[in-house]
T-cell receptor, first 115, second 109 residues
Framework: DGGITQSPKYLFRKEGQNVTLSCEQN?????MYWYRQDPGQGLRLIYY???????QKGDIAEGYSVSREKKESFPLTVTSAQKNPTAFYLC??????????????FGEGSRLTVL | GQNIDQPTEMTATEGAIVQINCTYQ??????LFWYQQHAGEAPTFLSY??LDGLEEKGRFSSFLSRSKGYSYLLLKELQMKDSASYLC??????????WGAGTKLIIKP
């Protein structure tokens, strides 16, 4: 079945450590996104990519890094520079706007807790 | 501005009807989305409106008024499984989504 897969679902990190969250999709979508969700706030865009080997900063990119070496994969690294990394991270994909409405398909999320 | 406003929490009774409002303020507009998110899970797409009027999809309907910067999601014949957060999101002039904080809907028997 086509879908978008995030791993791990739960992750604990010590302060000062970098962690990488995986996101893979087999929907043949061009665009992929990383969002952060905190209680009482809307989803906030970290990074997005519309094509392989290209990505753009979102509203809260500081302390994060991404790569898009393959169409199917868009991993997110939470670096030690991110001051408040404990959050629920959501990866999403979509066909490029103009091809459809831009509906997002989300992975199940990764909950990162910094100890 | 790019503020998306929706109520924080609403309570309704099983079998009843509930309307969740969303207002947005932006100079560029390319559509309004509603997503459903159960606790601890990923959001799932419910509806997309780009023209004024009501779009009906089973028990769920979504309405848009572009001149008023206003949308609502109408849920009929509420079921316990409808207990979730409902996220309103506007697609701006750059085709990026601006998200509201979500409305937590509590369904009581």
């Amino acid at each position: 079945d086509g879908g978008i897969t995030q791993s791990p679902k739960y992750l604990f990190r010590k302060e000062g450590q970098n962690v990488t969250l995986s996101c893979e999709q087999n929907l043949n979508h061009d665009a992929m996104y990383w969002y952060r969700q905190d209680p009482g706030q809307g989803l906030r865009l970290i990074y997005y990519s519309q094509i392989v080997n290209d990505f753009q900063k979102g509203d809260i990119a500081e302390g994060y890094s991404v790569s898009r070496e393959k169409k199917e994969s868009f991993p997110l690294t939470v670096t030690s520079a991110q001051k408040n990394p404990t959050a629920f991270y959501l990866c999403a994909s979509s066909l490029l706007v103009g091809h459809n409405t831009g509906e997002l398909f989300f992975g199940e999320g990764s909950r990162l807790t910094v100890l | 501005g790019q503020n998306i406003d929706q109520p924080t929490e609403m309570t309704a009774t099983e079998g009843a009807i509930v309307q969740i409002n969303c207002t947005y303020q932006t100079s560029g507009f390319n559509g309004l989305f509603w997503y459903q998110q159960h606790a601890g899970e990923a959001p799932t797409f419910l509806s997309y409106n780009v023209l004024d009027g009501l779009e009906e999809k089973g028990r769920f309907s979504s309405f848009l008024s572009r001149s008023k910067g206003y949308s609502y999601l109408l849920l009929k014949e509420l079921q316990m499984k409808d207990s979730a957060s409902y996220l309103c999101a506007e697609m701006d002039s750059n085709y990026q989504l601006i998200w509201g904080a979500g409305t937590k809907l509590i369904i009581k028997p």
